[in-house]
């Protein structure tokens, strides 16, 4: 099927593109985009020329192991996210946007979208941001399922660890110290939750631990060329619309420490009117939270459209 509809269908119709993050990714993602879009090979090529590395050998060949090294795999969902939105562009299957998001890493891919950021600029941002959260890597992440954010915020206090994702309703993530996460995994279980499971990360994301990987990329995200977006991007920080260069910036580098509030996001753009949102980029991750937030939402899976 094209589409995943939920209750009736929208009218007037407002879109959102919006863009996965970390997690998203998967060896031999590129197969679909290279035989259905012609421009898909090319973009690959520029993340390869754009890095000084074969990164699209990565993206075909894995293995496993090396592409979900932090440091490869965000560059490469920039990449192939990059890919399905120039060849469902250019093949009209993509109606213009009235708004952008993205979880975590794909606001950089939003910002391209957006025209605010050139695409060989969001490689060079995400391969650096990557390498900074692979230096200063350490601590721990887990999912909390079917628990309210009371219920998870008292254990994340208790714990001594950081809510990181606000992903749906009962689907929570924390971070913080490897120990501190555990024992919030316990809390959780002993509390009622359906399901506490420790992500396949290598640091806390999204937590004050990740204060160092501001720092260094301060410099990059201040010198880099950055345009008013077209289109407004819903951001992770506090859900509401920008498209200064200088909020854009400042939202590149402070979503490294604090929630993504997806649920946010998702919400602010029903309330602005947006009744149709296309996950433009590998997976369906975003599509399956959205539904659970919004479920008289239209949602587009990107590779539905292949």
């Known amino acids: 099927m094209a589409d995943r509809v939920m209750g009736a269908p929208p009218s007037p119709a407002r879109t959102a593109w919006v863009f996965p993050g970390q997690g998203s990714q998967y060896v031999g993602m590129?197969?679909?985009?290279?035989?259905?879009?012609?421009?898909?090979?090319?973009?690959?090529?520029?993340?390869?020329?754009?890095?000084?590395f074969d990164l699209s050998r990565v993206i075909a060949a894995g293995p496993d192991d090396?592409?979900?090294?932090?440091?490869?795999?965000?560059?490469?969902?920039?990449?192939?996210?990059?890919a399905h939105l120039r060849g469902l562009t250019q093949a009209g299957t993509l109606p213009a946007p009235d708004f952008v998001a993205g979880h975590s890493l794909g606001e950089y891919t939003a910002l391209v979208a957006a025209e605010a950021l050139s695409y060989p600029d969001a490689l060079r941002l995400t391969?650096?941001?990557?390498?900074?959260?692979?230096?200063?890597?350490?601590?721990?992440?887990?999912?909390?399922?079917?628990l309210d954010v009371d219920a998870v915020e008292a254990i994340a206090a208790e714990a001594l660890v950081e809510v990181a994702n606000h992903n749906a309703p009962g689907q929570i993530t924390v971070s913080g110290r490897r120990e501190a996460v555990e024992a919030a995994m316990v809390l959780a279980k002993q509390r009622g939750a359906k399901r506490a499971v420790q992500l396949p990360v290598s640091a806390a994301f999204h937590s004050s631990l990740m204060a160092p990987v501001v720092d260094g990329l301060r410099p990059v995200v201040e010198q880099v060329e950055m345009r008013p977006a077209r289109v407004p991007l819903v951001t992770n920080?506090?859900?509401?619309?920008?498209?200064?260069?200088?909020?854009?910036?400042?939202?590149?580098?402070?979503?490294?420490?604090?929630?993504?509030?997806?649920?946010?996001?998702?919400?602010?753009?029903?309330a602005e009117g947006v009744t149709t949102f296309y996950e433009v980029g590998p997976g369906k991750v975003l599509a399956g939270l959205i539904a659970r937030i919004a479920r008289d939402a239209r949602v587009v899976t990107a590779e539905s459209l292949l």
Do not use: F, K
Not at 31 to 52: F, I, M, Q, V
Not at 129 to 145: F, I, P, S, T, V
Not at 248 to 262: D, K, M, S
């Open 66 to 82: 090396e592409l979900i090294r932090t440091d490869n795999q965000q560059p490469a969902i920039v990449a192939v996210s990059v």
């Open 237 to 270: 920080v506090n859900a509401m619309p920008i498209t200064h260069p200088d909020d854009l910036r400042r939202e590149l580098l402070e979503q490294i420490c604090v929630p993504v509030r997806w649920i946010d996001v998702v919400e602010r753009l029903r």
């Open 127 to 146: 391969r650096r941001r990557g390498e900074l959260m692979q230096q200063h890597g350490a601590g721990a992440m887990a999912a909390l399922m079917g």
């Open 30 to 52: 590129e197969r679909g985009l290279l035989s259905a879009y012609p421009t898909a090979a090319g973009l690959l090529s520029t993340a390869d020329e754009a890095l000084g």
